[in-house]
């Protein structure tokens, strides 16, 4: 086992070297100049942008900027903001908030989505099948700021039940609101994804043995069909956390939520190089240290897979 | 001795022919069109109700898409301020927006846009993927291991992420249908050269591939006529269901500002224009919102029910 987690972090290096490259590329051949950007409608004086631009490295080559950015990552320094904020402090006070935001979601997508998978795959071709089944479609096919906003307007204008933005400190009763937009992207992929992985195992022999040794469908649903059913689906969810990262832009944009998605969003509309990169890189870092994660996972759901190479 | 005149001895009782199961040899007809996965597929396709619906809707945006002013007459920029966010009136059923333009019209004239996008997002999509992972599962070896890797890369970077970078570096009167189509699509091939990559190291190994390298075919030429023809049926599923992701994306990205400039009418502009004035005038927020998520809808009913009929094993779990 210690050798796979070896193995697989020594396959991340480059992938993470290759992400960095790329996407500190693209931002530093975006045009417009930051340094100006900062004044508004001021006019800097030639002596002033200089010595911002030297401040900032702006003079220097761009292998050399993305080398000097590489370096201060691996001692913790991710550069600061335009606004002359550590990126670093921005990570700490926005992280947790999406963190917890994701975190909420990903309760009430894993909740619903196998449990009503479950449901439609136990009674395959039953009423309630189709309908789950016709429910999802639905979902798939609404775009998330369709639902937020959709959401946010029967729920929080017209009824009241939620506040409609998100208040100081991002109380978790806020967060309920947004996190449910949040699942609604990914709790038909697992509805479906869980259903039809229940089909497959129910089918089973080792299924149809222990009902015929006399054990209880209470029993036999959790027990057997269940936890050889989630193999797909915990896959899914590692996967999905990684993008829920990003997918939260749009969602804590519409709602307010002071999380990185939102700084991200205006990182990137105010040509803030450094920032974005260094938002980017920690995502593609928990990308892939949550993928790892998950394989060594399945390791524990199926025992049949033995990492022993 | 020939057959017919062979007779058996005493105690010898061969049946009539027309008895024994030899006889389904003689039944196939040779005239028979042979059944291959396609045509199963077809078949299995015509049966069903939900692949006529989203083709009819296809139909349906495809010409609205293509002539806009067979439904509409009204001019998606021709706006008067005294109608903003006017409910509906005769002639302009769907009411205002709130620069008090016709919201009926834009979305109409906005379709084009969202179609237009879905499809050169998926040929370029299709193609990279083509390529790419067609090269690397056929050629394997240290092509592959290059060819992963930096699709690992490509994959690695969210791809809403990857086109708001993109995009910026746009000025907003640069950005244009082709643009956010390229922005979109550059970091979307990953997912298609992996299914591609996959099924094309398991067809390789068929009996069928063997057979053709033992008469000397060159490998390019196997590639082409043998592994190509049998391993295209799962990117022609992940295609399809990548039109609908395109036209989200694009829908996305001008909603949140850094997508297609206002002059191009998008329906994701006009719902992001709309979304200030959600608890005032909700319906010109809705309208739009509906017509993207029918439009989504059809191709991801098209993608799934092609899905359904090119795998068998779908075929059978129903």
Same mark, same amino acid.
């Given at each position: 086992?210690?050798?796979?987690?070896?193995?697989?972090?020594?396959?991340?290096?480059?992938?993470?070297?290759?992400?960095?490259?790329?996407?500190?590329?693209?931002?530093?051949?975006?045009?417009?100049?930051?340094?100006?950007?900062?004044?508004? %409608?001021?006019?800097?004086?030639?002596?002033?942008?200089?010595?911002?631009?030297?401040?900032?490295?702006?003079?220097?080559?761009?292998?050399? +900027?993305?080398?000097?950015?590489?370096?201060?990552?691996?001692? =913790?320094?991710?550069?600061?903001?335009?606004?002359?904020?550590?990126?670093?402090?921005?990570?700490?006070?926005?992280?947790?908030?999406?963190?917890?935001?994701?975190?909420?979601?990903?309760?009430?997508?894993?909740?619903?989505?196998?449990?009503?998978?479950?449901?439609?795959?136990?009674?395959?071709?039953?009423?309630? %099948?189709?309908?789950?089944?016709?429910?999802?479609?639905?979902?798939?096919?609404?775009?998330?700021?369709?639902?937020?906003?959709?959401?946010? @307007?029967?729920?929080?204008?017209?009824?009241?039940?939620?506040?409609?933005?998100? =208040?100081?400190?991002?109380?978790?009763?806020?967060?309920?609101?947004?996190?449910?937009?949040?699942?609604?992207?990914?709790?038909?992929?697992?509805?479906?994804?869980?259903?039809?992985?229940?089909?497959?195992?129910?089918?089973?022999?080792?299924?149809?043995?222990?009902?015929?040794?006399?054990?209880?469908?209470?029993?036999?649903?959790?027990?057997?069909?269940?936890?050889?059913?989630?193999?797909?689906?915990?896959?899914?969810? &590692?996967?999905?956390?990684?993008?829920?990262?990003?997918?939260?832009?749009?969602?804590?944009?519409?709602?307010?939520?002071?999380?990185? &998605?939102?700084?991200?969003?205006?990182?990137?509309?105010?040509?803030?190089?450094?920032?974005?990169?260094?938002?980017?890189?920690?995502?593609?870092?928990?990308?892939?240290?949550?993928?790892?994660?998950?394989?060594?996972? @399945?390791?524990?759901?199926?025992?049949?897979?033995?990492?022993?190479? | 001795?020939?057959?017919?005149?062979?007779?058996?001895?005493?105690?010898?009782?061969?049946?009539?022919?027309?008895?024994?199961?030899?006889?389904?040899?003689? $039944?196939?007809?040779?005239?028979?069109?042979? #059944?291959?996965?396609?045509?199963?597929?077809?078949?299995?396709?015509?049966?069903?109700?939900?692949?006529?619906?989203?083709?009819?809707?296809?139909?349906?945006? $495809?010409?609205?898409?293509?002539?806009?002013?067979?439904?509409?007459?009204?001019?998606?920029?021709?706006?008067?301020?005294?109608?903003?966010?006017?409910?509906?009136?005769?002639?302009?059923?769907?009411?205002?927006?709130?620069?008090?333009? %016709?919201? @009926?019209?834009?979305?109409?004239?906005?379709?084009?846009? #969202?179609?237009?996008?879905?499809?050169?997002?998926?040929?370029?999509?299709?193609?990279?993927?083509?390529?790419?992972?067609?090269?690397?599962?056929? @050629? =394997?070896?240290?092509?592959?291991?290059?060819?992963?890797?930096?699709?690992?890369?490509?994959?690695?970077?969210?791809?809403?992420?990857?086109?708001?970078?993109?995009?910026? +570096?746009?000025?907003?009167?640069?950005?244009?249908?082709?643009?956010?189509?390229?922005?979109?699509?550059?970091?979307?091939?990953?997912?298609?050269?992996?299914?591609?990559?996959?099924?094309?190291?398991?067809?390789?190994?068929?009996?069928?591939?063997?057979?053709?390298?033992?008469?000397?075919?060159?490998?390019?030429?196997?590639?082409?006529?043998?592994?190509?023809?049998?391993?295209?049926?799962?990117?022609?599923?992940?295609?399809?269901?990548?039109?609908?992701?395109?036209?989200?994306?694009?829908?996305?990205?001008?909603?949140?500002?850094?997508?297609?400039?206002?002059?191009?009418?998008?329906?994701?502009?006009?719902?992001?224009?709309?979304?200030?004035?959600?608890?005032?005038?909700?319906?010109?927020?809705?309208?739009?919102?509906?017509?993207?998520?029918?439009?989504?809808?059809?191709?991801?009913?098209?993608?799934?029910?092609?899905? %359904?009929?090119?795998?068998?094993?779908?075929?059978?779990?129903?």
């Amino acid at each position: 086992m210690a050798r796979y987690i070896f193995f697989r972090l020594l396959q991340a290096i480059p992938v993470l070297l290759g992400t960095t490259l790329l996407i500190y590329y693209m931002v530093f051949a975006m045009p417009g100049d930051p340094i100006l950007a900062l004044f508004g %409608d001021k006019t800097p004086t030639a002596a002033q942008i200089e010595a911002l631009r030297e401040q900032y490295h702006l003079n220097e080559p761009f292998i050399m +900027q993305y080398l000097r950015f590489l370096g201060g990552i691996f001692v =913790g320094d991710l550069g600061t903001t335009y606004s002359g904020q550590p990126v670093i402090s921005v990570l700490q006070s926005t992280f947790p908030v999406t963190l917890r935001l994701a975190l909420l979601a990903l309760i009430i997508e894993t909740v619903f989505g196998i449990g009503l998978g479950l449901l439609s795959g136990l009674r395959k071709g039953g009423a309630s %099948d189709n309908i789950i089944l016709a429910f999802s479609l639905l979902l798939i096919s609404l775009p998330i700021f369709v639902i937020a906003f959709v959401l946010q @307007y029967l729920l929080s204008f017209q009824l009241g039940i939620f506040r409609a933005t998100v =208040g100081e400190g991002a109380p978790w009763s806020d967060l309920m609101l947004p996190a449910i937009v949040l699942a609604t992207a990914s709790v038909a992929q697992i509805i479906r994804l869980a259903r039809t992985s229940v089909i497959e195992t129910a089918g089973q022999d080792f299924v149809r043995t222990a009902y015929g040794k006399g054990l209880s469908r209470g029993r036999v649903i959790p027990v057997h069909i269940l936890r050889n059913s989630l193999i797909p689906v915990v896959t899914y969810i &590692g996967t999905d956390l990684g993008v829920m990262m990003v997918g939260a832009t749009v969602t804590e944009g519409i709602f307010n939520v002071p999380g990185v &998605g939102r700084t991200l969003f205006q990182a990137i509309r105010q040509s803030e190089g450094p920032t974005v990169v260094s938002f980017v890189t920690v995502m593609v870092l928990l990308y892939l240290i949550l993928n790892l994660l998950i394989d060594l996972l @399945y390791a524990v759901l199926d025992p049949r897979i033995r990492y022993v190479k | 001795m020939s057959n017919s005149n062979y007779t058996p001895g005493p105690g010898h009782y061969v049946a009539p022919l027309e008895d024994t199961p030899l006889a389904a040899v003689d $039944a196939v007809s040779v005239d028979e069109k042979p #059944s291959n996965l396609w045509t199963d597929a077809w078949q299995d396709l015509r049966g069903r109700v939900s692949f006529w619906i989203s083709l009819a809707l296809i139909l349906l945006v $495809a010409v609205v898409a293509i002539f806009p002013q067979l439904f509409t007459s009204v001019a998606p920029d021709a706006c008067d301020l005294d109608n903003s966010n006017g409910g509906s009136e005769p002639g302009h059923l769907l009411g205002f927006t709130m620069q008090g333009c %016709d919201v @009926y019209s834009r979305i109409i004239h906005g379709t084009s846009t #969202s179609v237009s996008v879905g499809l050169i997002v998926t040929v370029l999509v299709f193609t990279l993927g083509l390529v790419f992972g067609a090269i690397s599962g056929f @050629y =394997g070896g240290w092509v592959d291991s290059v060819l992963s890797r930096a699709g690992d890369i490509f994959f690695s970077i969210p791809y809403i992420l990857a086109a708001i970078v993109i995009m910026s +570096q746009f000025k907003a009167e640069d950005r244009n249908v082709w643009v956010i189509s390229l922005a979109i699509g550059l970091f979307a091939w990953p997912s298609t050269a992996r299914v591609l990559r996959a099924e094309i190291i398991r067809v390789k190994q068929a009996d069928f591939i063997t057979s053709a390298k033992s008469i000397g075919l060159s490998n390019f030429k196997i590639l082409i006529r043998h592994v190509l023809p049998n391993s295209i049926a799962p990117v022609i599923v992940i295609t399809t269901l990548s039109l609908a992701g395109a036209i989200v994306a694009e829908a996305t990205l001008s909603y949140l500002g850094v997508g297609l400039p206002t002059t191009i009418m998008s329906w994701g502009n006009d719902i992001g224009a709309a979304q200030d004035n959600l608890r005032n005038s909700p319906m010109t927020l809705i309208y739009p919102s509906i017509a993207l998520s029918v439009t989504v809808l059809a191709f991801i009913m098209l993608g799934e029910a092609v899905r %359904d009929a090119l795998d068998p094993k779908a075929r059978a779990r129903r």
